[in-house]
């Protein structure tokens, strides 16, 4: 009796050591989906894979990938926190499946998540389209309001899949993805940051639909097809206001030092500021373009200074974002803390009383080696925008390259 009692423990022993077995995810393809509004549903595709220590994800939107390393698997939860931008997916999982939510603490927002493992298109197609959306489309947002802008839509469309985007005079909605069924079009992006989803009828010349941004935001769009349709020049819509002769700031950075344009290393330079926030994909997308032109012209007297307006709620949460752009792009030019708790515009403005207004971020000044400002251009055209991309490009390297030669 007292062996099988014996028996019987061990076994039971061996039973309780034994360590559960470990959940893990299914590597390969996933669709996601982002609860919106209107009972909407604003879906993405990502690529998961098993590295060593834990998962990596590659998001796709167009011809973006947004590579996402930091995933966090403890018993059955989740956590997938995004690369540049403060937002992160937090949730339960399976092998074949996440549910959840992402959340910007910041801002209060939290929307409803889930991804399901295996081959999906993004959006889900029925019927033929009707219809070839490719050009250009003259188009405006909140139309007969205060808060009514313009945009061009710039699409490609091969059968019933779109790619393509919308530039504003303050920038660009990223790299668009979708599709034409029948005569409904549907596109979406998700970078981390901004989760925009943007439906509506089509015809061979009217557009008519709806902008969600988040499950927090909406807004009606109509939409002309004008192939001659441009904008407004980006270079025009912020100055310097009369009265002021010079740009001026003085901002901490991360050790509490103030910073200004009348500092030593600034003097007798050509310097380009940006006002920008680390929160803002425009912003990521200059940041990117400054860090590449910089690397690539090492013998280049330019210098730059980002003026980072931050959302988050304290001083320190706000050099932690800032610190977490740098390191992942690879920023070594200074960026000061302008403001932090909100990025609202005219709060920005206040700092900044020289300028007309900040329609953007970014904003990008030009002042030349006596000081003077001799350009401010608003928004950012990024590589979504394709040729207006390079044409930016190729019109930031000559005017720096002038201002460097007086």
């Known amino acids: 009796m007292t062996k099988k009692i014996l028996l019987i423990i061990i076994c039971f022993g061996l039973f309780c ?17 982002l609860d919106v509004m209107d009972g909407a549903q604003l879906p993405f595709n990502f690529d998961l894979s098993a590295v060593e220590g834990g998962y990596t994800l590659r998001v796709f939107n167009a011809d973006e990938e947004v590579f996402i390393d930091d995933v966090e698997l403890k018993s059955d939860s989740i956590i997938i926190r ?3 931008f403060e937002g992160y997916i937090a949730g339960t999982f399976s092998e074949e499946s996440i549910t959840g939510n992402f959340i910007k603490e910041s ?27 490719s050009g250009i489309w003259q188009t405006t947002f909140s139309a007969d309001t205060e ?32 599709v ?23 015809s061979d010349s009217s557009l008519v639909g709806t902008f969600y941004s988040g499950n ?6 109509v939409g002309t097809r004008n192939e001659h349709f441009e904008l407004p020049d980006e270079n025009s819509l912020t100055f310097i206001k009369e009265g ?10 991360a050790s509490g030092k103030e910073v200004s344009l009348s500092d030593p290393e600034f003097q007798n330079k050509v310097v380009v500021v940006q006002i920008m926030g680390t929160w803002c994909p425009n912003c990521l997308d200059e940041s990117k373009f400054l860090v590449n032109y910089l690397e690539e012209n090492k013998d280049s007297e330019l210098e730059v200074i980002a003026l980072a307006f931050e959302y988050a709620r304290t001083k320190e949460d706000a050099f932690k974002g800032i610190q977490r752009l740098r390191d992942r792009i690879g920023v070594e030019y200074p960026i000061v ?16 009383p020289m300028l007309n207004h900040i329609l953007s971020y970014p904003t990008t000044i030009f002042v030349d080696k006596k000081g003077a400002v001799r350009k401010i251009h608003t928004g950012f055209n990024g590589p979504a925008t394709g040729e207006k991309y390079t044409e930016f490009k190729r019109d930031f390297t000559s005017f720096v390259e002038k201002l460097l030669a007086e």
Request: net charge positive; with cysteine; aromatic share 14%.
């Open 82 to 84: 995004m690369p540049v």
């Open 107 to 133: 801002l209060d927002r939290v929307v409803p998540f889930k991804a399901t493992f295996g081959e999906a298109p993004r959006f889900k197609v029925g019927t033929e389209a009707k219809t070839n959306i």
């Open 337 to 352: 803390l302008a403001q932090y708790g909100t990025s609202n515009k005219t709060k920005a403005n206040e700092k900044l």
């Open 17 to 33: 050591c034994t360590s559960p077995k470990k959940k893990n995810l299914k590597e390969g393809s996933w669709r996601a989906t």
């Open 147 to 178: 808060d009514m802008y313009i945009a061009k839509g710039i699409f490609t469309q091969r059968g019933n899949e779109v790619t393509g985007t919308f530039r504003t005079t303050t920038g660009d909605y990223r790299y668009l993805e979708g």
């Open 244 to 253: 002021y002769e010079k740009f001026e700031f003085s901002c901490p950075d």
């Open 180 to 202: 034409v069924d029948g005569d409904s079009l549907s596109l979406s992006t998700f970078d981390g940051a901004h989760a925009f989803l943007f439906t509506g009828r089509v």
């Open 216 to 221: 927090h935001f909406k807004e009606p769009f």
